[in-house]
């Protein structure tokens, strides 16, 4: 086991109440670690305050400018994804345990979370670097974060028509989308809101985005996988004159006209995963091959 102390950053779902035993699993095996703990504000208060969590941690994470060995997101994907836009481009680690069903990013059971951490002190683990999105716009800075580990989607308001999203790779015009919207998938993503609208699912690390549109108004309109490499510019075109772009599920508003450029970001997000353990194992558990749902006849 190493000597090293290390530093472990906790980020998790406030919304979970029912939790709170598997989080003290986690915080006394760190504990026991002598392990320097820093908890995200917010999180930390629903623990102290809202579950009455006795919780000794180092330093509370109240934005980016923090540093650590590992971070934990305790929660789904999307308490993953949270923790990612706080990690940013610092390279750490970090492990998804899922207090809830299966995720792909969070695929570590709270049954395992003892195992897993003790691998983690012994150096037994696995990193995939995962790819990072960001957009950019003509206008006005986005109101939220530009980079997604997951996707970048400009989508209609709830009371508009659909849009017109002229889009172009590399400069070469691609199509403009008669859609509800238009979704830029890392492989990542491809797995989450792509995934629903028919998209692929891109195994990570294969170097590809794809382009999945939100309720085309054409039958002939498929996904579409390019490069990472690729740029993408979108120009978007409402009867409302704006319409909302979404990263990583975070929303805010543009104007008609927007230009918006996507492209990759110039770091990856660092995923731990146990050694051995497989993205196609997620994936049969995660979509069920292989079970049989026809029940059984008495």
């Not at 102390?5 to 699993?25: M, P």
């Not at 979370?113 to 206008?139: K, N, P």
């Not at 800075?141 to 980079?147: Q, R, S, T, Y």
């Given at each position: 086991?190493?000597s090293?102390?290390?530093r472990?950053?906790?980020f998790?779902?406030?919304?979970?109440a029912?939790?709170s035993?598997?989080i003290?699993?986690?915080?006394?095996?760190?504990a026991?670690?002598q392990?320097e703990?820093?908890?995200?504000?917010?999180?930390y208060?629903?623990?102290?305050?809202?579950?009455?969590?006795?919780v000794k941690?180092d330093k509370?994470?109240?934005d980016?400018?923090f540093?650590?060995?590992?971070?934990?997101s305790?929660g789904?994907d999307?308490?993953?994804l949270?923790?990612?836009?706080f990690?940013?481009?610092?390279?750490?680690?970090?492990?998804?345990?899922?207090?809830?069903?299966l995720?792909?990013?969070?695929d570590?059971?709270a049954?395992?979370?003892?195992?897993?951490?003790?691998s983690?002190?012994?150096g037994?683990?696995?990193?995939?670097?995962?790819?990072?999105?960001q957009?950019?716009t003509?206008g006005?800075?986005?109101?939220?974060?530009?980079?997604?580990l997951?996707?970048?989607?400009?989508?209609?308001?709830?009371?508009?028509?659909?849009?017109?999203?002229?889009?172009c790779?590399?400069?070469?015009?691609?199509v403009?989308y008669?859609a509800d919207?238009l979704?830029?998938?890392?492989?990542?993503?491809?797995?989450a809101?792509s995934l629903?609208n028919?998209?692929?699912?891109l195994?990570?690390?294969t170097?590809v985005?794809?382009?999945?549109?939100v309720a085309p108004?054409?039958?002939?309109i498929?996904?579409?996988?390019v490069s990472?490499?690729?740029?993408?510019?979108?120009?978007?075109?409402?009867?409302?004159?704006?319409f909302l772009?979404a990263?990583?599920?975070?929303?805010?508003?543009?104007?008609?006209?927007?230009?918006l450029t996507?492209?990759?970001a110039?770091?990856?997000i660092c995923v731990v995963?146990?050694s051995?353990h497989?993205?196609?194992?997620?994936?049969r558990?995660?979509?069920m091959?292989?079970?049989?749902?026809r029940?059984?006849?008495?």
């Amino acid at each position: 086991m190493s000597s090293k102390k290390l530093r472990f950053a906790l980020f998790g779902n406030v919304y979970q109440a029912n939790k709170s035993a598997s989080i003290q699993k986690i915080l006394s095996v760190l504990a026991e670690q002598q392990a320097e703990v820093l908890i995200e504000k917010s999180f930390y208060d629903f623990l102290t305050v809202e579950q009455k969590i006795d919780v000794k941690a180092d330093k509370l994470i109240t934005d980016t400018r923090f540093q650590a060995d590992f971070a934990l997101s305790m929660g789904g994907d999307g308490t993953f994804l949270k923790a990612a836009h706080f990690v940013g481009d610092k390279q750490i680690p970090v492990l998804g345990i899922n207090m809830g069903r299966l995720g792909f990013l969070s695929d570590t059971s709270a049954a395992e979370v003892e195992s897993v951490l003790a691998s983690l002190f012994h150096g037994d683990y696995e990193v995939e670097h995962r790819t990072v999105i960001q957009v950019d716009t003509d206008g006005e800075p986005l109101a939220i974060c530009e980079k997604a580990l997951n996707d970048i989607a400009v989508l209609k308001r709830d009371d508009a028509s659909m849009i017109s999203i002229s889009t172009c790779i590399d400069g070469e015009e691609l199509v403009t989308y008669q859609a509800d919207g238009l979704i830029v998938s890392t492989p990542t993503g491809s797995t989450a809101y792509s995934l629903s609208n028919g998209g692929p699912i891109l195994v990570p690390q294969t170097g590809v985005l794809c382009l999945t549109a939100v309720a085309p108004h054409s039958l002939n309109i498929r996904p579409v996988v390019v490069s990472d490499e690729a740029v993408i510019t979108l120009t978007v075109e409402s009867r409302s004159h704006n319409f909302l772009i979404a990263v990583d599920g975070r929303s805010a508003k543009c104007d008609e006209q927007t230009r918006l450029t996507i492209r990759k970001a110039p770091y990856k997000i660092c995923v731990v995963k146990r050694s051995g353990h497989k993205f196609y194992s997620t994936l049969r558990e995660k979509m069920m091959w292989g079970a049989d749902g026809r029940g059984s006849s008495k």
